[in-house]
């Protein structure tokens, strides 16, 4: 495989004391210590034809798809990447501070935003002023899981696949690593972490090594701990997550498969999502529903606040019901396919995917996060969380059963395209 590729990062910690943000609504949550690093961390890639890929992993919950994209905007004037060619993916941490609005969860500090701006250009010039010849392999495969299908409270569907992409320079290895698993293992803590993916890059980083890792689909996956006590995971658990990953890593990489070809090529859609308006007074039922079934001055806080906001809203959402300007995004590295969505996602469309389309990296948080995106089945039980009761933190109105049918449709639409003729960027 003729490519180029180089690794840069950079420290992202939040100035403390700092808001957290997750896990629940008001709870005024705070870090007052650093139980390990958030960073950001970046890999370039070129190849022989001259194409350029930016892939770029915040160790944080999630971005707008509105910020995602004026951050992609910027490095691609200053460093010359076509915009749809820089893959920018959050981890999905839930003891970092708030990045993206998310009603009674804390309000991004505007001082912090930018200063992540900055700090990813630096991380991204050194990941290509260091970039050098390397070989290209990859492997997917199962491995015993650290979590469960927290949305059915079973230890099944989830996806068990860790997808690894090693690049082999002369002096270093770096690493992209595909893995489906919320990372909330400590519970309402108040240190900020990385959880268990931090963790699983500083084994890489302690043997020399570089690396970076993209959030899968995991949007009904938990850490294990969960289901034994919610809540009840410490730095131990943290570290044993992060660790077994990490030994299956070592342990798989010697099957890794050669890349065929070198190429590298983008492929970026973007798409609409219809929601499920409601009139003022389904509106005012929903939220006599809620307030009796939640009780507290907290969650009356918030469902008056959500419902007075659906009120503004829904004059102009009921000509055009729907959340516009949602991207797909695709990367391409051989014959790696990295498929991108831009939020909390079912693992059961991975798993489609990838039987239809591998190999492939399904990547959750990827160029923003508009909430969940779950499965058509899902929406049949009316008090699914992920369905029905995030979207009052997120957009105010749920989406569309639909949702599934459209992001895969779609998708499979851009793959089997790439497939025919190889769309390849510049």
Not at 168 to 195: F, M, R, W
Not at 241 to 264: A, Q, V
Request: charged share 30%; net charge neutral; aromatic share 12%.
């Amino acid at each position: 495989m003729e490519i180029d590729a180089g690794y840069g990062d950079n420290i992202i910690n939040p100035k403390l004391p700092c808001y957290l943000t997750g896990y629940g609504i008001y709870l005024e949550r705070k870090a007052y210590s650093i139980m390990d690093d958030l960073k950001v961390r970046a890999v370039f890639l070129k190849d022989k034809d001259g194409n350029k890929i930016l892939i770029i992993s915040f160790d944080l919950i999630g971005f707008s798809v509105d910020f995602s994209d004026i951050l992609r905007k910027s490095i691609s004037s200053k460093f010359k990447i076509p915009f749809q060619n820089i893959f920018i993916s959050c981890t999905h941490t839930h003891s970092g501070p708030p990045t993206l609005e998310l009603r009674g969860m804390g309000k991004p500090d505007i001082s912090y935003m930018k200063s992540l701006k900055e700090k990813t250009e630096i991380a991204v010039e050194k990941a290509i002023s260091e970039s050098g010849k390397a070989d290209g392999k990859w492997i997917i495969e199962e491995i015993e899981p650290i979590g469960f299908n927290r949305a059915k409270k079973s230890l099944e569907p989830v996806d068990t696949h860790l997808g690894i992409i090693i690049f082999q320079k002369n002096t270093e290895k770096i690493y992209i690593i595909n893995y489906s698993c919320h990372p909330v293992t400590l519970g309402i803590n108040h240190e900020i972490s990385a959880d268990f993916p931090g963790k699983l890059i500083r084994e890489i980083e302690n043997k020399g090594d570089r690396g970076i890792f993209l959030q899968g689909f995991c949007g009904d996956i938990d850490p294990f701990i969960n289901k034994v006590k919610w809540g009840s995971g410490t730095e131990d658990d943290v570290n044993f997550y992060g660790r077994h990953i990490f030994m299956r890593l070592l342990k798989l990489e010697k099957e890794g498969i050669p890349f065929k070809n070198s190429s590298i090529s983008s492929i970026e859609k973007r798409i609409r999502i219809p929601l499920q308006i409601k009139s003022e007074k389904e509106l005012e039922d929903e939220k006599n529903y809620f307030l009796n079934l939640y009780k507290g001055e907290k969650y009356t806080r918030f469902f008056e606040e959500w419902f007075e906001e659906s009120l503004r809203k829904i004059s102009g959402l009921k000509e055009n019901p729907y959340l516009e300007n949602v991207p797909i995004n695709v990367i391409n590295i051989g014959e790696m396919k990295l498929v991108g969505y831009p939020g909390e996602v079912f693992c059961e469309m991975g798993l489609s995917l990838r039987e239809k389309f591998s190999p492939l990296f399904p990547c959750g948080y990827a160029n923003g996060n508009i909430g969940y995106i779950p499965t058509k089945k899902a929406y049949m039980n009316k008090k699914d969380y992920a369905c029905y009761f995030a979207p009052l933190f997120y957009n105010c109105f749920p989406f569309s059963p639909e949702i599934e049918d459209i992001f895969l449709k779609e998708t499979e639409s851009i793959l089997k395209k790439g497939e025919e003729d190889g769309k390849t960027c510049n």
